[in-house]
């Protein structure tokens, strides 16, 4: 019991050591950017409905689906451990045939030319 009420008196008085020497260090420079409501560039004052690329939502489907179908090869290590590792060289072969025809046939199509 000693030793729990210990630790908790320790990590009590820790946190809040650390959170007043990060008030007592930490620089208030407040600008113009930091007081305003966006900091991220953008005017607050225009338009909200800017247009953008239907080519980035493209790129990033397209990302998205590659990078999930090659986290499918992942346990292929694992998986040659298995008793007969033929069929999983066959599947993972097939996988990654498939991911290189797609990306192929994107490459040929232009879905992954960034500007036209």
Known sequence: MN????MMTLSLTLSMA???LNFWLAQMNPDSEKLSPYE?????????RLPFSIRF???????????????LLLPLPWA???QD???????????ILLLTLGLVYE????GLEWAE
């Open 80 to 82: 040659i451990q298995l």
């Open 40 to 48: 991220c560039g953008f005017d607050p004052l225009g338009s909200a």
């Open 85 to 95: 590792p033929a069929v999983t060289l066959i599947w993972t072969s097939t996988l």
């Open 18 to 20: 650390l959170t007043a």
């Open 107 to 110: 490459w040929i199509q232009g």
């Open 3 to 6: 030793m729990i009420m210990f």
């Open 57 to 71: 939502f493209l790129v990033a489907i397209l990302f998205l689906l590659f990078d999930l179908e090659i986290a």
